[in-house]
């Protein structure tokens, strides 16, 4: 088997997750739960497409195939998708989605901050842009799981269940593989497995403070960022994101 | 126009006449009413329902639009249409705060959406079917509400003036990006130019209603005038939409469904087919093709949202009570 050239296998790790965690969090529009968090998903969905047009659009670039970030987004199959299982997750209730988000927001953040000193000139900036986004959206999902979590008799439940429910997720953000391996020695991106200790800090912080508790289990599902193999619900999403694009070859929109 | 039929009241007998006549001088010297001045019961309750019913279509209004956010073709397509929902969004927001200074709450409004009480506008009764529908919405209700609105930036309610201010610079451009679909859509395959023009048979009609049956010898709607809640009459808006509208279809090389359109020379704009009122008054009872399903997904949003929006609020009351504890 040939190895992928890892900075694309990266930047199409980056771009994946923040495509089909936009995706996602579109699906709200006009259900929300109260019409200032309307305003704010769309808006968080909406920096997501803007990320994912970047790093999908150097992916292509330095793919050197004249593919751009449509062709990426809307031509590929779920085997040559490389976001992690945790954004495909449905969204479920507004409390799972929260949860999703948070646990996304903490470990995107810690990426993008360390990203901004990548020896890649043009990952750095995107990472420069994309964590002011970012720190907006962690500050919000941190705070809105906190407050459901210390709210009433009902959100708590709900929040602790959307936590024990996605916290088998989190692990895959800090699985290393050869990419990785090259990529942090060359500068380019840190180790995953760097960004698990003030993760797990971090995230114990804003646990404790929303009175949610931590499963034990560290086990972890996998196979969504290296993309062997994702979960059922990806390929509904592709099915829809890119239904026009397949269903009209060639045409300009 | 966002607002369709809005039941309104003139002066009512406890209304002081020495006090109604400054109002009226006031209006008719073009100053703002300020949500704290005096003003009659029925100026504020039209304006309460006029608002109200035009924050809802708002709001409601994101559904026909977010029914293409997931299919939308390119990434760049996406996030405009994203930005475009969350304006709406935004626009309902200040509308809800205008009526709000009116002494109506949020919450009442919704409640009243959702059990049919207060209206929103009938074309968000209507379905999107293709994304040639993200196009025509633009184009043409947002070119009809853009109709309606401009005249209303001069409205004497200062916080409406002041929304609508704010709402028509966002509309304008929500339109030209409709129209730039459509133009890529014509530009484009037979079956995309194909899905334009089914899309504008759809939607034209519908469009026209959006105006409201004729009002030129309505007393209430004179009433609303004189209080300039009202700046002009429905058929103006709708000649003055249609004289705007049909260059631009034939610039895109689409024909407009109707076998009657002509140009009238001695009146200086087109003439033109009413839309079916009777399918007009039948959506407004709730019997449009998405009437069942948009409030359905609105009350559900509001149910569901129910934990969340109690949550946050025994979340808020912790924290004071503990702020108050820690002085």
């Not at chain 1, 646990?103 to 043009?122: C, I, P, Y």
């Not at chain 2, 397509?77 to 927001?93: F, S, T, Y």
């Not at chain 2, 109709?147 to 001069?154: A, D, E, T």
Request: hydrophobic share 40%; proline share 4%.
């Amino acid at each position: 088997m040939s190895q992928p050239d890892p900075l694309l296998e990266f930047l199409l790790r980056m771009g994946d997750n923040t495509l089909v965690l936009g995706h996602r969090v579109s699906e709200w529009c006009g259900k929300g739960p109260v019409l200032e968090e309307d305003i704010a998903l769309a808006n968080t969905a909406l920096d997501l497409i803007g990320q994912t047009q970047m790093w999908l659009g150097l992916a292509g670039d330095i793919e050197g195939k004249g593919r751009s970030a449509d062709d990426l987004a809307m031509l590929r199959d779920a085997w040559e998708f490389r976001c992690t299982l945790l954004v495909e997750q449905p969204n479920g209730d507004f409390g799972q989605t929260m949860m999703r988000q948070y646990l996304f927001d903490q470990w995107h953040l810690l990426q993008l901050r360390a990203l901004k000193d990548s020896s890649h000139d043009q990952i750095a900036a995107i990472a420069a842009k994309a964590e002011k986004e970012v720190t907006y959206h962690h500050e919000r999902s941190a705070d809105l799981v906190i407050r459901l979590g210390d709210g009433t008799e009902e959100s708590r439940p709900k929040m602790q269940a959307a936590l024990d429910l996605l916290y088998p997720y989190v692990g895959e953000f800090f699985e290393g593989d050869a990419t990785d391996k090259t990529l942090a020695e060359a500068g380019i991106a840190p180790d995953p497995a760097s960004l698990r200790g003030a993760f797990d800090a971090a995230l114990s912080t804003t646990m404790d403070e929303a009175t949610l508790t931590l499963p034990d289990s560290r086990f972890t599902h996998k196979g969504g960022k290296t993309g062997t193999r994702h979960s059922e619900h990806l390929g509904h999403l592709l099915t829809q994101m890119q239904w026009l694009q397949r269903a009209y070859p060639g045409a300009t929109w | 126009m966002y607002a369709q039929m809005v039941k309104s009241e003139g002066p009512k007998d406890q209304d002081d006449p020495t006090k109604l006549a400054e109002f009226q001088a006031r209006i008719d010297a073009g100053e703002k009413i300020e949500p704290k001045d005096w003003m009659p019961e029925g100026y504020r309750k039209t304006l309460i329902r006029q608002i109200g019913q035009h924050a809802h279509s708002e709001i409601v209004g994101q559904l026909p639009e977010g029914n293409w956010i997931t299919r939308a073709p390119t990434l760049e397509r996406k996030a405009i249409l994203l930005a475009k929902v969350q304006d709406e969004a935004g626009h309902g927001l200040y509308l809800y705060c205008a009526a709000e200074t009116l002494g109506v709450s949020r919450d009442e409004m919704t409640e009243m959406l959702l059990d049919g009480r207060m209206k929103y506008s009938s074309i968000f009764a209507y379905p999107t079917l293709t994304w040639a529908d993200m196009g025509a919405v633009g184009w043409l209700v947002d070119g009809a509400a853009i109709m309606n609105q401009v005249p209303l930036q001069r409205t004497s309610f200062g916080p409406y003036s002041r929304a609508m201010i704010r709402v028509c610079k966002e509309e304008s451009f929500h339109q030209r990006q409709g129209f730039d679909i459509m133009m890529k859509m014509c530009a484009g395959s037979p079956a995309q130019k194909q899905m334009a023009q089914d899309a504008l048979n759809r939607f034209w009609y519908p469009a026209l209603m959006m105006f409201g049956p004729s009002d030129k010898d309505s007393v209430h709607s004179s009433q609303s005038m004189a209080w300039k809640i009202k700046m002009n009459t429905n058929d103006e808006l709708r000649q003055k939409f249609v004289d705007q509208t049909v260059p631009q279809a034939e610039y895109l090389g689409l024909t407009v469904p109707d076998d009657t359109l002509a140009w009238n020379e001695e009146k200086g704009g087109y003439d033109f087919a009413e839309p079916d009122w009777d399918e007009f008054f039948e959506v407004l009872k709730g019997n449009g093709p998405c009437s069942v399903d948009r409030i359905a997904t609105r009350k559900k949003a509001w149910d569901d949202g129910a934990w969340v929006r109690d949550g946050l609020m025994a979340h808020a009351e912790k924290a004071r009570a503990a702020k108050v504890a820690a002085e």
